[in-house]
Structures are given as structure tokens and as C-alpha cells.
């Protein structure tokens, strides 16, 4: 995670504190679930998260850009 002036993260995973707080689980199980999904659009992904899992729609944005900027196995 980039970190940003003041030691914290920056970009999508300044949220994930935020996010962890409101929805009581751990970002990694966010990830995870974002990662085995076969959706692969950013737009179609943070729809899921919407409607599936009650995200709201800055979080469940930060989480699947998060994702999506991983570098892919090939």
C-alpha cells in the first residue's frame, strides 16, 4: 500500500479502516470475495458489492480498484 504525507495509506486503501469499522470484516475477506468473483468490469464489480453485500458506493469502488490494479497471474 502507498503510504501517503502523514505515514498513513493513500488512495483506495485509505479506506479500507473505514471500511473495516462500518462492515465489521477484515478488507482481505473484501478482497478475496472481489478476486473469486467471475465479474471482471469495475463498474460491474462495485454493482455487485452494492447489491449483494450493501456496500456503499466509495467503498466498494476503493476495494475494486484496489483489486484491479494487482498485478494478474498469467
Known amino acids: 500500500m502507498s503510504e501517503n504525507t502523514t505515514g498513513g495509506p ?9 471500511i473495516e469499522k462500518k ?3 477484515p ?3 473484501w478482497l478475496e470475495l472481489i478476486r473469486a468473483s467471475p465479474l ?3 463498474s460491474e464489480l462495485v454493482a455487485w ?3 449483494d453485500h450493501t456496500l456503499g458506493h466509495g467503498h466498494a469502488n476503493a476495494l475494486v480498484a484496489y483489486v484491479l490494479k ?3 497471474p498469467e
Not at 10 to 18: H, Q
Request: charged share 35%; no cysteine; proline share 12%.
Open 23 to 25: 462492515y465489521g470484516r
Open 49 to 51: 458489492l452494492k447489491t
Open 40 to 42: 471482471t468490469k469495475h
Open 10 to 18: 493513500k488512495g483506495p486503501a485509505s479506506y479500507f479502516p473505514s
Open 70 to 72: 494487482e498485478p494478474r
Open 27 to 29: 478488507v482481505e475477506e
